[in-house]
């Protein structure tokens, strides 16, 4: 029998809760403040926390946090009051596993519950290993060297199993999809459908058929019922992409349907209940279409439960060179060996803009991949707007921005922080032979021991 610690300062949702909770057949603890919850989360074990966020003298996040020192295979929802958005969001970055919003569904509120308790059980005993290896798997095709995709991936492993609606926002190109995908597979929603609409790229009337369906003699053309992407992806995810060129008519209808999580197909008057996780990606700011009035701001909100942003590739430069490796990787037939870089193609690679991001990346690693000779990526292989880079190494090493004198090193130091980058970078071309790599650099091999210390051991 799983075991709840409940904690809740208002006595009567404390009662009404912990009753509920012992009708399903829990082991439920109460505590109606802070100072008991803490002495309770020290002393016994739970399978679940569920506590209030606003209660004083301590409060919520507070025990969230204890909770996630001391216990950190415990799940832990948190309770939280309508409209209190951002605190919920600040709990899941702290680990909660996922929030229920006051007033709750019991409904809502007990299926969070079992979730929460079917998560722990899986990560602790390790018992639903191949689904792990799967959704892992997904985790490792996105190439994350850069804390920021670092945090993307943080991001994605704690609200991928909630079934919160999250908003991916990003330039052109910088793996909205991608993650959206992860998310997805992620989920306890992994083995449905995870169908994507592109609402840029149909006219108004198709796109509401594609998204709600349509019943027969709804429109001209309209021969037979229709089921629509919602219902579809039922179980599973719907991804609504270019959510920022949706028709302000369609944007009200979406936002009945995130609300009451039923569709109405075009020309119907029956409704009908869907269970699809939305997830939305947008590379047009909503926030300025709000301002010009073209987005609504309530179904902002509601779409933006979690906002995760992805930064544009030149402002992650440190994932650039492991995600040209990784297309070289994908790109060469099995059983081949990926073609090398050499040193300028690489300076070159990273010192690029990028301005349409991974996907130009892609393409130009493509490219050169089709002009290489002799299994090697020179700069003149690469696509002419690339190889016209020039290459500044100070840039490379440090932002304009970060030149302040408090963080200025010695001439002497940022040489040899240079220096092991360019001794790094040919000994990975040469994939660690140092005698190559020394050949290459017209050093002896001694040097190149006594250059790079640590390797040497
Ligand atoms: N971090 C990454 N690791 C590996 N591949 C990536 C990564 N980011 C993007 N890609 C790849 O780059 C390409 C573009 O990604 P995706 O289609 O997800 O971008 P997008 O943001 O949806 O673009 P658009 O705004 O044009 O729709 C895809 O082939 C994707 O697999
Ligand atoms: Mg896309």
């Not at 995130?258 to 409704?271: D, H, I, T």
């Not at 699809?276 to 987005?295: H, Q, S, W």
């Not at 130091?413 to 790094?424: M, V």
Request: hydrophobic share 40%; net charge negative; aromatic share 6%.
């Amino acid at each position: 029998m799983a075991k709840v610690l409940l904690i809740d300062d208002e006595p009567s949702i404390l009662s009404v809760l912990s009753t509920l909770l012992k009708a399903e057949g829990y082991d439920v603890v109460t505590a109606s403040g802070g100072e008991e919850a803490q002495k309770l989360i020290s002393d016994e074990e739970f399978d679940l926390m569920i506590s209030d966020i606003r209660m004083s003298p301590i409060n919520g996040m507070e025990l969230l946090k204890q909770a996630h020192n001391e216990k950190p295979a415990m799940s832990v929802i948190m309770l939280t009051a309508y409209g209190s958005v951002e605190t919920a969001i600040d709990a899941l970055k702290l680990g909660a596993f996922d929030y229920v919003t006051k007033p709750f569904k019991v409904d809502e509120l007990l299926i969070t519950v079992q979730r929460a308790l079917e998560y722990n059980k899986a990560i602790t005993e390790n018992a639903d290993l191949k689904a792990q290896l799967g959704t892992r798997y997904h985790l490792e095709s996105i190439v994350a060297e850069s804390p920021a995709m670092q945090n993307v991936c943080d991001m994605i492993r704690r609200v991928g199993p909630t079934d919160t609606t999250i908003l991916v926002y990003g330039e052109s190109g910088t793996g909205k999809e991608l993650v959206a995908k992860a998310i997805h597979a992620y989920s306890r929603r992994k083995e449905k459908q995870f169908l994507a609409v592109n609402c840029a790229a149909l006219p108004e009337p198709l796109l509401e058929s594609e998204m709600f369906g349509h019943v027969k003699g709804a429109f001209t053309g309209a021969a037979a019922d229709k089921e629509g992407l919602f219902e579809a992806a039922s179980g599973g995810t719907i991804l609504l992409d270019e959510i920022g060129s949706m028709p302000l008519s369609i944007q009200g209808k979406l936002l009945r349907v995130l609300q009451e999580k039923e569709v109405r197909r075009v020309g119907s008057n029956k409704n009908i209940p869907i269970d699809a996780r939305v997830l939305a990606a947008t590379n047009t700011p909503l926030e300025d279409l709000i301002k010009d009035g073209d987005f609504r701001e309530d179904l902002y909100y509601r779409l933006s439960v979690i906002p995760i942003e992805i930064k544009p590739l030149r402002e992650r430069r440190e994932d650039i060179l492991p995600l040209v490796y990784h297309v070289l990787r994908k790109e060469t037939p099995q059983g081949q060996t990926p073609p090398n870089i050499d040193a300028d193609a690489s300076a070159v690679l990273e010192s690029y803009s990028w301005p349409g991001n991974v996907r130009e990346l892609e393409n130009a690693v493509k490219h050169a991949m089709t002009f290489a000779r002799e299994e090697k990526i020179t700069r003149d292989v690469l696509p002419p707007k690339v190889a016209a880079t020039t290459v500044s190494t100070a840039s490379a090493t440090a932002g304009p921005g970060e030149i302040s004198a408090g963080r200025c090193k010695s001439l002497k130091a940022f040489l040899r922080e240079l220096e092991k980058e360019y001794l790094q970078q040919i000994l990975s071309n040469t994939g660690g032979d140092k005698e190559k790599a020394a050949k290459a650099l017209k050093i002896s091999l001694a040097t190149l021991y006594r250059k790079l210390p640590e390797e040497a051991e």
